[in-house]
């Protein structure tokens, strides 16, 4: 055999590995089933009076008193690995459809969209279009809206601090900070230069096109009890200062890859500042495939590129092993959790 023939097989053979190995990484997802004890159980029979959780996924949450219902980010749709790497994301707006029947809401008050990221705010127009609630969040969310032809009475914009009353609940936007990618590529593509969406974004587009557009925190208020959601686990210093919860659901999307000094930090800024005495872990599972099948860990080229999802929970492990009674629970998938009784 020749040089050229010798060099050729060698470049067939390590395309094939490569396309082997890419392949294996975006059908295979991280198996969280050691953390599986720390799945709280649904609520049986909850009293119409209480305040209950539903998780659908990532850090999309319903909250319903019963006679007020508010949905957090509405994510349904869950891409292709393969789309969501090279080609175009859209809404799917019968897996949406199928998502808002498999949570039997008997209404739908208020969506907030906590950023603009695909995973967040791709569903949120159809959803409450879909509903006839009313959409919430950024100006980059409300592009989003916008490019979905949502009417402007369905579109209002998140002010930093502004209380936001609905029903008997008060939720109020914080401004916060996205995580902080440890990937310095991803973090280029999805957090630098200028991260907002500036036109109506009419899908399908290139995930990225999804620009951040700034994340919040948001602090929800009952007259039974208050918790909050930060759905990307990053944090402004100081930014909820004399706010105290009982409770945080908290994400930890991509913490494992980041430094130990992240999360005491990320601990410190949420979980301390708040006194909060229970953490429902959000944002650690898949946004790949479908909404459809049950809620697993993050495709594994995710979990390269960004995540470390395993690492996210030993160090969460290891935070609230250093806070005394300190809880950390997982939600089931759809049915109802009680959080205020
Ligand atoms: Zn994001």
């Given at each position: 055999?020749?040089?050229?023939?010798?060099?050729?097989?060698?470049?067939?053979?390590?395309?094939?590995?490569?396309?082997?190995?890419?392949?294996?990484?975006?059908?295979?997802?991280?198996?969280i089933g050691k953390y599986k004890?720390?799945?709280?159980?649904?609520?049986?029979?909850?009293?119409?009076?209480?305040?209950t959780v539903q998780f659908v996924?990532?850090?999309?949450?319903?909250?319903?008193?019963?006679?007020?219902?508010?949905?957090?980010?509405?994510?349904?749709?869950?891409?292709?690995?393969?789309?969501?790497?090279?080609?175009?994301?859209?809404?799917?707006?019968?897996?949406?459809?199928?998502?808002?029947?498999?949570?039997?809401?008997?209404?739908?008050?208020?969506?907030?969209?906590?950023?603009?990221?695909?995973?967040?705010?791709?569903?949120?127009?159809?959803?409450?279009?879909?509903?006839?609630?009313k959409m919430y969040g950024s100006?980059?969310?409300?592009?989003?809206?916008?490019?979905?032809?949502?009417?402007?009475?369905?579109?209002?914009?998140?002010?930093?601090?502004?209380?936001?009353?609905?029903?008997?609940?008060?939720?109020?936007?914080?401004?916060?900070?996205?995580?902080?990618?440890?990937?310095?590529?991803?973090?280029?593509?999805?957090?630098?230069?200028?991260?907002?969406?500036?036109?109506?974004?009419?899908?399908?587009?290139?995930?990225?096109?999804?620009?951040?557009?700034?994340?919040?925190?948001?602090?929800?208020?009952?007259?039974?009890?208050?918790?909050?959601?930060?759905?990307?686990?990053?944090?402004?210093?100081?930014?909820?200062?004399?706010?105290?919860?009982?409770?945080?659901?908290?994400?930890?999307?991509?913490?494992?890859?980041?430094?130990?000094?992240?999360?005491?930090?990320?601990?410190?800024?949420?979980?301390?500042?708040?006194?909060?005495?229970?953490?429902?872990?959000?944002?650690?599972?898949?946004?790949?495939?479908?909404?459809?099948?049950?809620?697993?860990?993050?495709?594994?080229?995710?979990?390269?590129?960004?995540?470390?999802?395993?690492?996210?929970?030993?160090?969460?492990?290891?935070?609230?092993?250093?806070?005394?009674?300190?809880?950390?629970?997982?939600?089931?998938?759809?049915?109802?959790?009680?959080?205020?009784?």
């Open positions: 055999m020749n040089l050229l023939k010798k060099i050729i097989l060698f470049l067939l053979l390590l395309a094939a590995m490569v396309s082997a190995v890419f392949f294996y990484s975006i059908h295979t997802f991280v198996d004890n720390w799945e709280v159980s649904p609520t049986a029979n909850p009293s119409k009076s209480a305040v996924g990532v850090s999309t949450v319903v909250i319903s008193d019963d006679s007020t219902t508010l949905m957090t980010d509405g994510f349904f749709t869950r891409p292709a690995p393969i789309d969501m790497v090279f080609g175009v994301v859209e809404p799917d707006t019968a897996d949406i459809r199928w998502g808002l029947e498999r949570l039997v809401l008997k209404k739908l008050d208020a969506v907030f969209v906590t950023h603009s990221h695909f995973d967040h705010a791709i569903d949120a127009p159809e959803v409450v279009r879909l509903t006839g609630a100006e980059s969310t409300a592009n989003i809206g916008r490019g979905w032809n949502l009417p402007e009475s369905q579109i209002q914009l998140f002010e930093n601090k502004q209380p936001i009353k609905i029903g008997q609940f008060t939720v109020t936007p914080i401004l916060s900070r996205h995580f902080e990618f440890a990937n310095p590529e991803l973090r280029k593509r999805t957090l630098g230069g200028k991260q907002e969406i500036t036109e109506p974004l009419v899908p399908p587009v290139p995930a990225l096109d999804y620009k951040m557009g700034g994340a919040y925190t948001l602090f929800i208020e009952h007259p039974k009890g208050s918790f909050v959601l930060q759905s990307s686990a990053g944090w402004l210093e100081g930014s909820l200062k004399g706010i105290q919860t009982d409770i945080v659901l908290m994400g930890i999307g991509g913490l494992g890859a980041q430094t130990p000094e992240y999360h005491r930090s990320y601990f410190k800024e949420i979980v301390d500042e708040l006194q909060a005495k229970q953490v429902y872990l959000v944002h650690w599972d898949a946004f790949v495939s479908s909404i459809r099948k049950p809620i697993r860990g993050p495709m594994l080229l995710a979990d390269w590129i960004a995540g470390k999802t395993l690492k996210s929970f030993e160090a969460t492990e290891r935070e609230a092993a250093k806070r005394e009674g300190l809880k950390v629970n997982l939600l089931p998938q759809w049915e109802k959790v009680v959080l205020f009784e």
